[in-house]
């Protein structure tokens, strides 16, 4: 198309005027044929993409139907009743162990693992508290106290006579 310009140009420049416009119907002619060639080239290639598209379409919709059989074999071979079956036979087998451990004695008379975890971390809580009163607690008095006196109190109980006071209190004593 550009030499065909050129032509016309160099043809304009002789004044022939005939060999000009030849020319220029010749770049006319190529221009109408590269439109054409592109647009058959944009046909290709939507043609293309339309193909791979469904393509992909094609391949979506096998596995789809592969998938959907597979799953209607699965669901033939699963029955609701066996299911609720196992699962009575389970709670079954469930209960038998419960019994037989606590025919066995494996019972924690309601204190689990936990509770007695949580225990020993409360002891441990406990004993730094009491630690730590006893560090800050203010130090006895350095002088000399004054020696107890070495007469026996007049009115001296013994721990039986306590023990016989405190039952009848309750009750318990004749």
Do not use: W
């Not at 065909?4 to 043809?11: L, R, S, V």
């Not at 494996?106 to 409360?122: A, F, N, Q």
């Not at 007049?154 to 004593?173: F, I, K, P, Y």
Request: hydrophobic fraction near 40%.
């Amino acid at each position: 198309m550009d030499q065909e310009t050129a032509k016309a140009k160099a043809y304009m420049a002789k004044d022939n005027k005939k060999a000009a416009m030849m020319c220029l119907k010749q770049k006319k002619m190529y221009t109408a044929e590269v439109e054409r060639l592109q647009n058959i080239v944009l046909n290709m290639q939507q043609q293309k993409s339309e193909l791979e598209s469904m393509s992909m379409m094609a391949e979506a919709f096998e596995a789809q139907r592969f998938a959907t059989e597979h799953q209607k074999k699965l669901a033939k071979k699963t029955n609701v009743e066996e299911v609720e079956k196992m699962q009575e036979d389970l709670s079954d087998v469930r209960q038998q162990h419960e019994e037989v451990a606590q025919a066995l004695g494996d019972t924690s008379y309601g204190i689990t693992s936990d509770d007695m975890e949580l225990e020993e971390e409360l002891n441990g809580l406990m004993e730094e508290e009491a630690t730590k009163e006893i560090l800050e607690a203010p130090s006895a008095p350095t002088s000399v106290l004054p020696n107890a006196p070495i007469a026996a109190p007049a009115e001296t109980t013994t721990v039986d006579e306590e023990l016989e006071a405190l039952q009848r209190e309750m009750g318990l004593a004749a």
